[in-house]
């Protein structure tokens, strides 16, 4: 079978994706436990999918729980071996951008207080092999394309899609000479990889604005991209529910407007909450918040030829 340009081909009779881990190393072990997917096993998961992790593999507040070295090395041993596919988030963006300075010699993530509470924990675990996992960070794709169904960390759009690749290696990595636009505000880069890697965001219109969970006042809103039938600030504002009688039931302009997919996506970065529930029948999110507490590190269940999607397919410690 010829396999088209950009595509990769899927080897087995099904993908599971894999939701932000945040370094939380237990939970993944615990989780392929419990999907028995083990590669060193005859009859388990492993002869018959693959997995894909979604991104967002390092980054989290001080736990007992978080080891960003464990979680790397399994997540790369399972890559290196045919077993998996991971897929850049905004966090391995984000920590490789921390160590890469610009041609003026200027860090490409800027070296505050906040940014480095983000990164601090990973740093510090990180240390003892910390070029050598930059490195390995770096040539992660920022998506991937399976021909029936697609990765990617955040937001699947055609036309985006489209517009990234000439930044791209054939592989879906960025490329070396690209990495301070993909930093640089004024660059077409900066846009695409924002939308692809954190969601796209849509300003309100003059006049309104409201309140994040942090209580900071916000003038745009993250857009429900997956809603094919959402053309008002309401129908598609990924909001806090206190904010919603903020968000105007105005028509959006068309030159904000969003593509639903055709084909399936899988992303992770929402951090859903609650019973894991499809976005819609063609996109899924598998991050409910695993890098916090209790919460369940949750996978998606995938069968070739499936167009579709279900809240059959996921699979998390206390579901099936």
Request: glycine share 6%; net charge negative; hydrophobic share 35%.
């Amino acid at each position: 079978m010829t396999i088209e340009p950009g595509i990769t081909a899927i080897k087995k009779e099904g993908l599971i994706f894999i939701g932000d881990i945040h370094g939380q190393h237990q939970k993944l072990v615990d989780l392929l436990a419990h999907l028995n997917f083990d590669p060193d096993t005859s009859g388990s998961l492993a002869d018959e999918y693959q997995l894909v992790f979604v991104g967002d593999l390092v980054d989290n507040a001080a736990q007992p729980s978080v080891d960003h070295l464990s979680t790397l090395k399994l997540v790369r041993s399972l890559v290196e071996t045919g077993h998996a596919y991971c897929v850049m988030g905004n966090h391995e963006l984000n920590a490789v951008a921390w160590n890469m300075t610009d041609e003026n010699g200027q860090t490409l993530r800027k070296h505050s207080e906040r940014n480095l509470n983000q990164h601090q924990v990973f740093l510090e675990q990180a240390r003892p092999e910390y070029e050598y996992w930059l490195d390995w960070l770096k040539q992660l794709p920022l998506f991937i394309d399976f021909g029936e169904i697609r990765a990617i960390h955040a937001c699947w759009q055609d036309r985006l899609i489209s517009q990234l690749k000439p930044y791209l290696e054939t592989d879906g990595r960025l490329k070396a000479q690209h990495w301070s636009d993909a930093f640089n505000e004024e660059h077409p880069l900066y846009n695409l990889v924002e939308t692809s890697l954190k969601g796209p965001e849509i300003p309100l219109p003059e006049g309104y604005i409201f309140k994040d969970v942090s209580g900071h006042a916000r003038k745009n809103i993250r857009a429900g991209w997956w809603l094919k039938e959402a053309d008002t600030y309401l129908s598609t504002a990924q909001v806090p529910a206190a904010a919603i009688n903020d968000i105007p039931d105005l028509t959006i302009p068309e030159s904000q407007s969003m593509e639903a997919p055709e084909k399936p996506v899988i992303v992770g970065h929402y951090t859903k909450s609650g019973q894991p529930s499809c976005l819609s029948n063609k996109v899924v999110c598998v991050d409910y918040n695993a890098a916090r507490g209790e919460n369940p590190l949750v996978a998606y269940l995938w069968n070739k030829g499936e167009t579709t999607l279900s809240d059959g397919g996921f699979r998390y410690i206390g579901n099936r």
